[in-house]
């Protein structure tokens, strides 16, 4: 009797385990930087030389970490921006690449993460800046987001430069080139056969006696 009273418990048990699963992941909303920190800091942004993709049509992904339950997200976030991810605020304010022909490559962001603080579970959060600045995909070391629940960092900036489109299809690129020395080819050997020799006057005469 006992065991059969042990079954239904482990089976429930084994139930609430598995609809327990992994904590979801909340997804970043477009928010509002508070006030005080709206027009602070703003980055001194390299001038806009028509290269590439305009900065207001960049896509930067920024990765956030949060330590407490080790949950890491992509926030895709374009430069004006601000998106809310809990208790934290992440507005960019521009990102950057390297064109492809330059060495070494590297991808920046300037982004600016402030970060929620309760005196008490419910009561209203007070926004506090835990990092203003550029962050770098290939130099992370050169500014870390120093926290210690949350951390953010730059992954990826969408954009292109001249020469990056797709190239032209084959026949786009050498179809009149090589029509061009098939017509050359065919018309070698007409041009190559040389006229018949006309014969000599000596020839002409000689015939004639």
Not at 7 to 28: F, N, Y
Not at 109 to 130: C, D, Y
Not at 185 to 200: G, L
Request: proline share 11%; hydrophobic share 40%; aromatic share 4%.
């Amino acid at each position: 009797m006992r065991r059969a009273t042990a079954l239904p418990a482990l089976l429930l048990l084994g139930m609430l385990a598995a609809c327990k699963g992994e904590p979801s992941v909340p997804e970043g909303q477009e928010t509002v930087v508070p006030k005080e920190f709206a027009s602070a800091d703003t980055p001194a942004v390299v001038a806009d030389e028509g290269l590439g993709t305009p900065r207001e049509e960049r896509v930067a992904t920024l990765g956030l970490l949060n330590k407490r339950n080790n949950l890491t997200q992509d926030i895709l976030i374009k430069p004006g921006e601000s998106k809310r991810v809990g208790d934290v605020i992440v507005r960019l304010a521009t990102c950057e690449k390297t064109p492809p022909w330059e060495n070494p490559p590297e991808t920046g962001a300037f982004v600016q993460v402030l970060i929620a603080q309760r005196s008490s579970p419910g009561a209203n959060p007070k926004w506090m800046r835990a990092f203003s600045g550029w962050l770098f995909k290939n130099s992370p070391s050169l500014n870390v987001v120093e926290h210690p629940i949350y951390d953010v960092w730059v992954k990826d900036c969408a954009m292109s430069f001249p020469g990056e489109e797709s190239p032209l299809p084959p026949q786009g690129r050498g179809g009149a080139s090589s029509s061009t020395a098939a017509t050359d080819a065919a018309a070698a050997p007409e041009a190559s056969a040389s006229p018949a020799a006309a014969p000599s006057p000596a020839a002409s005469a000689s015939n004639a006696e």
